[in-house]
T-cell receptor, first 111, second 118 residues
Framework: KQEVTQIPAALSVPEGENLVLNCSFTDSAIYNLQWFRQDPGKGLTSLLL???SQREQTSGRLNASLDKSSGRSTLYIAASQPGDSATYLCAVRHSNYQLIWGAGTKLIIKP | DAMVIQNPRYQVTQFGKPVTLSCSQTLNHNVMYWYQQKSSQAPKLLFHYYDKDFNNEADTPDNFQSRRPNTSFCFLDIRSPGLGDAAMYLCATSRDVASGRGLTDTQYFGPGTRLTVL
């Protein structure tokens, strides 16, 4: 059974720092992995999607990597800003339409 | 802008009183999803539609039903809400990129409807 884990559950860093969020999954047979952002009381915004054949994807200050063999993905945020404060969730597409979700990392960027 | 719209954003209902949440999309995606998300938890998939084909998750309670009258609209009906059904309900859409073989592109989410049960 595929399980997705995100560590840490919460992270607080000063503005301007580079940071890494971690996502691990137990079964390497995935179609893709997706990182989402969720602001309090809001829906989810897709940040990056990495297909199983890819190693990384970049969008602005965000870079996501995927290592299927080790069952890990990282989301790198460069030069963090207070507006980056949110909960970040990763989700793995294990089969067909089902997404298997991590519980998220709550990120706080201190001005 | 193309988007996923959910109405209402906030819904209050009484214990046992049926409620319907709506979702519409302008993306023309053929797959639509309903998720339930409780505080500080990951979203939980309730069911999804591939075109008009309904796919229920095994652990979705019978209390939850769904309708998709056309490509653009999808409804979530909660027949007899209980206190445990209070949650954020998220609608999402995606595009099938593999001709029905189950591989889809990015899921796009609506802003959610927060349901309160009194």
């Amino acid at each position: 059974k595929q399980e997705v884990t995100q560590i840490p559950a919460a992270l607080s860093v000063p503005e301007g720092e580079n940071l890494v969020l971690n996502c691990s999954f137990t079964d390497s047979a995935i179609y893709n992995l997706q990182w989402f952002r969720q602001d309090p009381g809001k829906g989810l915004t897709s940040l990056l999607l990495i297909q199983s054949s890819q190693r990384e994807q970049t969008s602005g200050r965000l870079n996501a990597s995927l290592d299927k063999s080790s069952g890990r993905s990282t989301l790198y945020i460069a030069a963090s800003q207070p507006g980056d404060s949110a909960t970040y969730l990763c989700a793995v597409r294990h089969s067909n339409y089902q997404l298997i979700w991590g519980a998220g990392t709550k990120l706080i960027i201190k001005p | 802008d193309a988007m996923v719209i959910q109405n209402p954003r906030y819904q209050v209902t009484q214990f046992g009183k049926p409620v319907t949440l709506s979702c519409s999309q302008t993306l023309n995606h053929n797959v639509m999803y309903w998720y339930q998300q409780k505080s500080s938890q990951a979203p939980k998939l309730l069911f999804h539609y591939y075109d008009k084909d309904f796919n229920n998750e095994a652990d979705t309670p019978d209390n939850f039903q769904s309708r998709r009258p056309n490509t653009s609209f999808c409804f979530l009906d909660i027949r007899s809400p209980g206190l445990g059904d209070a949650a954020m309900y998220l609608c999402a859409t995606s595009r099938d990129v593999a001709s029905g073989r189950g591989l889809t592109d990015t899921q796009y989410f609506g802003p959610g409807t927060r349901l309160t049960v009194l």
